[in-house]
């Protein structure tokens, strides 16, 4: 089959949570069909990686955007009625591109990752046909909402304060109202879990032809053993945090977790590290590292190490959706986890089994207390944790049903 594949953000590296998605489809559609790509990127870095798709993508078109004209442009969308998510990804120069490749590609599918993307095929030919040089064939509508990205807007306005609660609250409903829009006119949808997948029914209870497809992980490399060493530094007990800093979840998470949770621990452990590990470390992050024994390392070359400095891996998110790939990549290098319950809702793992499961600060602090002092429980907890995500998280296997859906 030849497949158009529109995603909001470049599918390369796969170094965050949408963009280990996005790439880990590509790879396997590319298996066995041919892959023509859209996408966004909002970092003039990863223009460079262009080259890298095309390994699986038999040509690949890739627009610059601007992150501060990308939220002028969602909130001028806001104030004309729209959705401020659908505004922000669009452009018409990957307008342009997308009606082109619809006339000459002679696509069997597309495939949109994330609601915002099926904006280009709302406006294109396939549903405002022009008569002359329009689309011949229609090709199959594959939508990949990955996560309700709508309920992400109604817990922002649940935390936030005036006015910011109320637009977040409106920006909920006009992306229910879009996400509905999306499911009516696609052939087949898919999300990132069985959880999702209820949640999106309760925005669209019509939805009948939903699948749930779950992520993946690279069990080799992200295995107890593998990559480098860091060097003896520090000899007490640590705990690390891994994530994109830019990324409003993890800003929250951290902080909270500074504030609230970390002084309960250094009261049992003085010597207590806590490592911030991830791209981009907003201002409000940066200035965590001011703090004692709290180390904000930024970026990465290989994230492996890191996960094997942890005595105990900690994901406090209290703002969460879908699938977190790094509870997921933390199993799989055998750690103990310790995570909030939003944060393994989409992965089901087995609380005191799989993964440590808490909420509270005290509860955290009492967790991870409970967990440095017995050594065994951490290497038991860390060995499950592997097991578990062996059985249930291997991409190959759950990209089975993007093949099916397809066909």
């Known amino acids: 089959m030849n497949i158009l594949y529109l995603a909001h953000r470049i599918p390369y590296p796969p170094n965050k949570g949408d963009k280990i998605r996005s790439f880990n489809e590509i790879k396997y559609l590319a298996e066995n069909h041919t892959v023509d ?56 120069a990957v307008q342009d591109s997308c009606n082109q490749w619809l006339e000459t590609g002679n696509y069997d599918a597309v495939m949109c990752f994330s609601s915002p993307m099926a904006e280009y095929i709302f406006k294109s030919e396939l549903f405002n046909p022009a008569g002359q040089g329009s689309v011949v064939k229609r090709p199959k509508l594959i939508m990949d909402f990955c996560d309700v990205d709508s309920d992400k807007w109604l817990q922002y306005s649940e935390e936030a304060s005036f006015p910011m ?14 996400e509905r829009a999306v499911y009516r006119s696609f052939d087949a949808s898919f999300l990132v879990s069985e959880q999702e997948k209820l949640l999106f029914l309760k925005v669209c209870p019509e939805a009948q032809n939903l699948a749930a497809i779950l992520n ?49 621990l250094k009261e049992e452990f003085p010597s207590l590290d ?45 703002l969460a959706r879908g699938v977190q790939n ?40 009492d967790t991870i207390t409970m967990l440095l002092k017995d050594q065994a429980r951490r290497e038991k907890l860390g060995k499950n944790a592997r097991n578990f995500v062996l059985r249930n998280y291997d991409w190959h296997e759950n990209m089975k049903t993007l093949e099916v859906l397809l066909s």
């Not at 609660?165 to 879009?178: G, S, V």
């Not at 201002?283 to 990465?300: F, M």
Request: proline share 5%; charged share 25%; aromatic share 10%.
């Open 37 to 92: 790509l859209i996408c966004l990127a909002d970092d003039p870095e990863d223009l460079q990686y262009k080259e890298a798709l095309l390994k699986y993508c038999r040509k690949v078109f890739v627009q610059l955007i601007s992150p501060l004209s990308s939220k002028i442009r969602g909130i001028v969308g806001f104030c004309g009625g729209k959705s401020i998510s659908v505004a922000y990804f669009y452009r018409k």
């Open 165 to 178: 609660k109320h637009i977040y609250k409106a920006e909920n409903i006009r992306l229910q109202d879009y």
């Open 216 to 264: 993946g992980v690279d069990a080799e490399y992200f295995s107890p053993d593998a990559g480098p060493k860091l060097p003896e530094q520090n000899k007490g007990p640590a705990l690390v945090f891994t994530g994109a800093m830019d990324y409003h979840a993890n800003i929250d998470g951290v902080c909270w977790f500074c504030r609230e949770v970390f002084p309960l």
């Open 274 to 318: 806590f490592y911030i590990v991830g791209r981009n470390p907003t201002q409000a992050v940066k200035e965590l590292d001011i703090l004692q024994n709290v180390h904000v390392v930024g970026d990465v070359a290989d994230i492996r190490p890191w996960y094997q400095k942890a005595d105990v891996c900690v994901v406090p998110l209290r």
């Open 326 to 365: 790094k509870v997921l990549e933390a199993m799989a290098m055998g750690r103990a986890v310790v995570s909030t319950s939003k944060a393994n809702d989409g992965i089901e793992a087995t609380d005191s089994e799989h993964i440590m499961v808490a909420d509270s600060a005290v509860d955290i602090a």
